[in-house]
């Protein structure tokens, strides 16, 4: 279940050599531990300004290229000049 801290359900082996980019896997570990969806403004309070916006949405653009994470409605904040918030996929590989 997202949110719940654990691993169990998350497999980090089909993910590495596609995702493995310090960015990309704080992005992963924060949609995980919040459980809500996220965009970039959020991600920018949750890492507190230690990345750009700019650099978390192009992260966040690829993860959504890999099918990592996917775009949705809601979030922490109002989406702001046509920024969705996303989520992580669920699925067997992930």
Not at 45 to 57: C, N, P
Not at 58 to 64: D, E, G, P
Not at 83 to 92: A, C, H, S, W
């Amino acid at each position: 279940m997202p949110g719940d801290g654990g691993t169990d359900d998350f497999c980090w082996d089909a993910l590495e050599p596609r995702v493995l980019h310090p960015v990309r896997v704080e992005i992963i570990e924060a949609l995980r531990w919040i459980g809500l969806p996220l965009s970039a403004t959020d991600l920018l309070w949750v890492f507190e300004g230690q990345q750009t916006e700019l650099r978390l949405e192009y992260h966040l653009r690829l993860l959504s290229e890999l099918d990592v994470v996917k775009k949705e409605a809601g979030g922490m904040t109002p989406p702001l000049m046509g920024q969705r918030p996303y989520r992580l996929v669920e699925g067997p590989d992930l």
